[in-house]
C-alpha cells in the first residue's frame, strides 16, 4: 500500500513539473531558438522536463505500468487550469469538455492497448533505421508546421513522435548498460545511440515549443496521445513486444483514439474561440472611416 502511495505521489510530481515546463514554454512559443537560448527561465522548464522524466523512471519501481501509464494524463488535467490561472481567466467550457474527452480517451487507450513480451534492445540495423526513420519523420512535419498559416499540431506530432524514439533509444542503452556494464557505452552503436537521444531530444523540444505559439491545449493534448501510441508502434514492429488485447478492446480502443480526437477539436476551437473574444473592438474612428462611403451614396442620392 505504502508503495502504491508513492507511485501516485511521483506520478502526481511527474504531471506538475512537466505542466509547468509546457506553460513556461508556452509563453515563448514566439520566440525563435537562438533568442530562446538567452531566456534563462526556459533552462528552467527544460530542468523541469528532465525532473518529470526522472521521477517517471522512479516512480516504475513503486508501481506496474498498467498505473503509471495512465496517471501520465494528468499533465493536460492540470496545464490547461493552470494556463488559465496564469492568464487570470476561468476555464472555458470547451476547455473543460476537450480536456474530459482527451482524457478519458488517453485513459481508455492506455489501459486497453499494452504490450507483452520481454524486454530486448534493438539490433544494431534496427536502431540505424530507426534514426534515419525518425530523422526523415520530424523533418518533414517540421517543415508542415513552418508553412504560413499551416496547423501547429504537425510539430506537437512531432514532438510525441521524437519523445517516443528517445525513449526507445533510452531503453536499449539502460538494458545494455545493466547486462554488459558500463564498457558497453564504448561500443560505436552505443555512442550512436546516445547521440541520437541527444539529437531528438533537443529537437523535440524545440517543435514542442513551437507548437505552442497558438495555444497550450490542442498541442499538449496531441503530444500526449501520440508519445504513447508511437512508443508502442516502435515496440511491437522493432522490440518483439505484442499487443495484449482482444479484437473486441482493440474496437473500443479506436473508439477511446476518436473521442480523443474529438477533445482535441474541442481545446483547438476553445483557442480560435479565446483569440476572437480577445480581438480588439473596433475604434469609434475606425467604424466612421468604414461608414463613411454609405454617408457618400447616400447624400449623392
Do not use: K
Not at 9 to 37: G, M, P, W
Not at 48 to 69: E, K, M, W
Amino acid at each position: 500500500m505504502t508503495d502504491l502511495i508513492i507511485a501516485i505521489a511521483l506520478c502526481v510530481a511527474v504531471a506538475i513539473a512537466y505542466a509547468t515546463a509546457a506553460l513556461i514554454q508556452a509563453r515563448h512559443a514566439h520566440l525563435s531558438v537562438r533568442e530562446l537560448v538567452g531566456v534563462p527561465v526556459l533552462w528552467v522548464a527544460l530542468g523541469l522536463n528532465g525532473l518529470g522524466a526522472a521521477l517517471h523512471v522512479t516512480s516504475l519501481g513503486f508501481g506496474p505500468l498498467s498505473l503509471i501509464q495512465p496517471l501520465g494524463v494528468l499533465t493536460l488535467v492540470i496545464a490547461v487550469p493552470l494556463a488559465a490561472l496564469m492568464a487570470r481567466r476561468r476555464v472555458s467550457r470547451l476547455e473543460l469538455s476537450g480536456v474530459t474527452y482527451t482524457v478519458l480517451g488517453l485513459t481508455g487507450l492506455t489501459l486497453l492497448i499494452s504490450t507483452g513480451g520481454g524486454t530486448r534492445t534493438l539490433a544494431s540495423g534496427e536502431l540505424v533505421g530507426l534514426l534515419v526513420a525518425t530523422a526523415a519523420l520530424l523533418t518533414v512535419l517540421g517543415l508542415l508546421g513552418r508553412r504560413p498559416g499551416a496547423s501547429t499540431l504537425w510539430e506537437a506530432v512531432a514532438g510525441g513522435a521524437g519523445y517516443s524514439v528517445c525513449s526507445a533509444l533510452c531503453q536499449t542503452v539502460v538494458v545494455t548498460v545493466g547486462a554488459a556494464g558500463a564498457t558497453a557505452l564504448l561500443r560505436p552503436i552505443m555512442i550512436l545511440a546516445i547521440l541520437g537521444i541527444g539529437v531528438f531530444a533537443v529537437t523535440a523540444t524545440v517543435l514542442t515549443q513551437r507548437s505552442y505559439r497558438n495555444g497550450l491545449g490542442a498541442p499538449l493534448a496531441v503530444t500526449n496521445l501520440v508519445n504513447p501510441a508511437s512508443a508502442t508502434m516502435i515496440g511491437v514492429v522493432l522490440l518483439g513486444e505484442r499487443l495484449g488485447t482482444t479484437p473486441v478492446e482493440v474496437i473500443v480502443a479506436a473508439g477511446c483514439a476518436l473521442l480523443s480526437g474529438f477533445g482535441v477539436a474541442r481545446l483547438a476551437r476553445a483557442r480560435n474561440v479565446d483569440t476572437a473574444l480577445a480581438a480588439p473592438a473596433p475604434s469609434p474612428e475606425d467604424l466612421s472611416v468604414v461608414g463613411a462611403p454609405s454617408t457618400a451614396r447616400c447624400a449623392s442620392r
